[in-house]
Nanobody, 123 residues
Framework: QLQLVESGGGSVQPGGSLRLSCAVS????????IGWFRRAPGDERWGVSC????????GTADAVQGRATISKDKVKNIVFLQIDPMTPDDTAVYYC????????????????WGQGTPVTVSS
């Protein structure tokens, strides 16, 4: 059973940066497309970014285009999402999920989910 654990969330001021981690166990990040999603207060969960098994495809949503970078450490089996600079609109609970492929910036199908890590961007 694949398990995903997010970390790195917290509070940050507008203009600051944050790097989120998605630690994968029970499988390899090379075997799954890994996607980041977020759910803002009162909103649905939306895709943010996706990285393919090989790392050759990296899709990013328009809302974070030019500010977000997805990457992975194959040795440590971790997928990262960095957003810089952050804005109050980035306030959300961030989740990672594992799937079979990236369709743009969304991993499909979302077979496994982490528990989420909250991020608050406020001055």
């Amino acid at each position: 059973q694949l398990q995903l654990v997010e970390s790195g969330g917290g509070s940050v001021q507008p203009g600051g940066s944050l790097r989120l981690s998605c630690a994968v166990s029970g499988g390899s990040v090379d075997d799954y497309a890994i996607g980041w999603f977020r759910r803002a207060p009162g909103d649905e969960r939306w895709g943010v970014s996706c990285i393919s098994q090989s790392g050759g495809w990296r899709g990013t949503a328009d809302a974070v285009q030019g500010r977000a970078t997805i990457s992975k450490d194959k040795v440590k089996n971790i997928v990262f999402l960095q957003i810089d600079p952050m804005t109050p609109d980035d306030t959300a609970v961030y989740y990672c999920a594992a799937g079979e492929y990236c369709s743009g910036y969304v991993a499909y199908p979302q077979q496994y989910w982490g528990q989420g890590t909250p991020v608050t961007v406020s001055s």
